[in-house]
């Protein structure tokens, strides 16, 4: 049924609207600096505030939601788009079981991935960088490499199934997403590990990219989706009892 599209459309609306609401907020409220604003200084007067940006304020997506009140949308946010995300995972791993069987240990690695990442998003936006360091940014780390394997053995599944009739079209456009999303998410760790303030504002500009990347390579499973049927689930119970007749046998 068609109205199934709203769930790749959703998760990146989210995702979209929530990140960059909490970025204006941050914003407007002083916390972050602006991405467009690469002069930095060590020492800031209370009356210099446009221009005016510490090395504390780089604007990550997590440092955006550090501060009151955007850290309870950056939450909000973040947990929404985890939970849409694993269901994301669960019902496109319920399509290729339907249709595209000889591909299902493939599918369920995919799954496996997606999952974590989802978890790794969800611990990220719930522990507050500002307090619970370790565990944001672990969580964090987790979810974009995670995020980089389900990207590559999505695409994969779009080369090798064939669920809408247009995977030759969508097939080189997931690989180019799925090759910048590896590319990026490399210089963004290799940059934020630095001290340069340059280099920590690339890295977040990169971050932004990151994020933009996946709503967009989300939302291209449209097409898939719209030609999904609830039918399609009932593969992940009928799995599941195949699964346990052999164990049992």
């Known amino acids: 049924m068609v109205y199934w599209i709203f769930i790749p459309i959703t998760v990146s609306v989210v995702s979209f609207i929530g990140s960059w ?64 995300f694993l269901v994301f995972c669960v019902f496109h791993h319920a399509h290729i079981l339907n249709k595209c069987s000889t591909q299902a240990v493939l599918s369920r690695l995919a799954l496996g991935f997606g999952c ?12 507050n960088p500002g307090y619970l360091v370790l565990l944001h940014y672990l969580g964090a780390a987790v979810s974009f490499i995670c995020i980089c394997f389900y990207c590559l053995l999505l695409t994969m599944l779009t080369g090798n199934c064939l669920l809408t009739g247009k995977e030759k079209v969508l097939y080189p456009v997931r690989a ?35 994020s933009m990347n996946l709503e967009l390579f989300e939302l291209s499973f449209v097409f898939e989706f719209y030609v999904f049927s609830s039918s399609m689930l009932s593969s992940l119970i009928n799995t599941e009892e195949e699964e346990k007749s052999l164990i049992m046998s």
Not at 178 to 187: D, G, K, N, R, Y
Request: glycine share 6%.
């Open 116 to 127: 974590v990442a989802s978890i790794g998003a969800f611990v990220a936006g719930n522990c």
């Open 176 to 210: 180019l997403s799925t090759a910048l999303q590896v590319l990026v998410t490399l210089f963004y760790c290799i940059f934020f590990a630095q001290e340069p303030y340059l280099l920590k504002h690339l890295s977040a500009v990169f971050e932004w990219i990151l």
């Open 21 to 84: 609401a909490v970025y204006g907020l941050a914003l407007s409220y002083g916390h972050v600096c602006s991405l467009s604003n690469w002069q930095y200084r060590n020492s800031c007067e209370p009356n210099m505030s446009e221009l005016c940006c510490t090395d504390s304020r780089v604007p990550t997506i997590s440092t955006s939601g550090k501060g009151i009140p955007e850290n309870s949308l950056f939450t909000a946010t973040i947990s929404a788009g985890s939970f849409l």
